[in-house]
């Protein structure tokens, strides 16, 4: 399995202002998925980053407000733009290995908007 | 109706009980099959991937009924350390897009 480092753990930003978060992985792994988990619900798949190429983003995700860059095979940010309290989350980077879809995932960055 | 559809929790059960926890899927080329395990504040980790009839790890056992289109989890002789939310996890296709269910949650108390 994968080793999954996320930056910030945690943060309390104000709105109208950005933060960018950063997934580190400890091999190369091709696909990386961007997940949104709001207080008592399950994951919910904000996009798929490959390296590459642009991210795939799901109905309700758009790149203006959610940016994803991915310039090599350990390494992504998700940048949360222009924020409001709705986007208060836990937001998780995931992985799958190349041989296998099971998928692995970072601790998480809970993020609070004031 | 939902992708994934979990059995709606919480589970309370004592000490050494079996508890089973069903999850239904509504796209029959859906491809693998996951339980992950919740817990509080804490990221999802895996617990077993579900292929073909289903497999075993130790007390844990998970089912796959591609015909019905459910899988199952099965925990004999709980814990109190399996107390968690449990999550059914579906890949469909070869999208590689992974729909997750909205968890279990099981209580196991002394």
């Known amino acids: 399995s994968a080793v999954i480092s996320q930056k910030p753990s945690r943060d309390i930003c104000q709105r109208g202002t950005s933060l960018t978060i950063q997934c580190q992985v400890d091999?190369?792994?091709?696909?990386m998925f961007w997940y949104r988990q709001q207080p008592g619900q399950s994951l919910t798949l904000i996009a798929t980053?490959?390296?590459?190429?642009?991210?795939?983003?799901e109905s309700g995700f758009v790149i203006d407000k959610f940016p994803i860059s991915r310039p090599n095979l350990t390494f992504s940010t998700l940048t949360v733009s222009n924020m409001s309290p709705e986007d208060s989350s836990i937001y998780l980077c995931?992985?799958?290995?190349?041989?296998?879809?099971?998928?692995?995932f970072g601790p998480g960055t809970r993020l609070t908007v004031t | 109706r939902k992708e994934v559809e979990q059995d709606p929790g919480p589970f309370n059960v004592p000490e050494g009980a079996t508890v089973a926890f069903n999850c239904t899927y509504s796209n029959s080329a859906s491809q693998s099959f996951f339980w992950y395990r919740q817990d509080c504040r804490k990221e999802p980790k895996l617990l077993m991937s579900?292929?073909?009839s289903g497999n075993e790890d130790g007390r844990f056992t998970a089912q796959l009924n591609r015909a019905s289109q459910y899988i199952s989890l099965l925990i004999r002789d709980s814990k109190l350390s399996d107390s968690a939310t449990y999550l059914c996890?579906?890949?469909?296709?070869?999208?590689?897009?992974?729909?997750f269910g909205s968890g279990t949650k099981l209580n196991v108390k002394p």
């Open positions: 579900v292929y073909s």
């Open positions: 995931s992985v799958t290995g190349d041989s296998s879809y099971e998928q692995y």
């Open positions: 980053a490959n390296q590459g190429s642009e991210a795939t983003y």
């Open positions: 091999s190369q792994v091709t696909m």
């Open positions: 996890v579906v890949l469909f296709g070869n999208f590689n897009k992974f729909y």
